[in-house]
């Protein structure tokens, strides 16, 4: 079954693409064909926000039930979030560097998104300072219900209030007011491929992790024996 839905994943990401590069889009001004990043850029920030409110899920119930697996899943679940993160970071910069002229313009939209991913990356500093296992899972998982609270501000309601180059803040129509109907279809086809690819990866993430574990007890062991 597992290996099912996997098949079934390649198979609809494939399209995806294949529709995302082939699917005719409106001649928009300034965006023209840079328009098909929408399929990329926006499921992957959708994406991070998943990823992360699923760590902050697994931290809590970490809090509630103190087993360490719950520990390790928010941890896991917040490192494939991130890389989503960094990915719709980069392709934000590359979609700005053909429309609006720079790869980087301190764009509110921009400034607040990389705060986000820093806020993100300080949950991981946070966990490489802290030795002991218990006392390092309990404060990471109040920082990420913590930093979660930031998410709707720095991304959706903040930058909505400010002047700005990106579509949907002040002075700038959303993405729904200049959208064809056919690349709706894409684009949500796009978010629901790219939170499959989140749950694969964060399954590989996991077992990795707890592989790595069992093999560290095990040296230790044999160390002490």
């Keep these: 079954m597992r290996a099912f839905w996997k098949k079934i994943l390649i198979l609809w990401m494939t399209a995806v693409l294949l529709a995302a590069f082939l699917v005719p889009v409106p001649d928009l001004p300034i965006l023209e064909q840079t328009a098909r990043n929408l399929y990329f850029h926006v499921p992957m920030w959708f994406v991070m926000v998943f990823g992360f409110a699923l760590s902050v899920f697994y931290g809590v119930r970490y809090l ?26 980069l392709t934000g910069s590359l979609w700005a560097r053909f429309t609006w002229g720079a790869w980087w313009n301190w764009d509110p939209k921009q400034t607040l998104a990389l705060a986000q991913l820093l806020l993100l990356g300080a949950y991981f500093a946070l966990r490489g300072t802290v030795e002991e296992e218990r006392r390092r899972a309990r404060l990471s998982a109040v920082y990420a219900a913590l930093a979660l609270v930031t998410v709707p501000f720095l991304l959706f309601i903040i930058p909505r209030q400010l002047p700005s180059l990106h579509p949907g803040a002040e002075g700038n129509p959303a993405f729904d007011e200049i959208t064809a109907p056919q690349m709706r279809i894409v684009f949500y086809a796009s978010v629901v ?3 499959g690819l989140f749950f694969w990866l964060f399954e590989l993430s996991y077992r990795h992790g707890r592989i790595r574990r069992l093999l560290e007890a095990h040296r230790y062991r044999m160390q002490e024996g």
Aim: hydrophobic letters at 55%; zero cysteines; a neutral charge.
């Design 193 to 195: 491929g790219f939170l």
């Design 64 to 89: 509630v039930r103190g087993r360490i697996e719950d520990d390790m899943k928010a941890e896991h679940a917040a490192r494939v979030a991130a890389l989503f993160g960094l990915l719709g970071l």
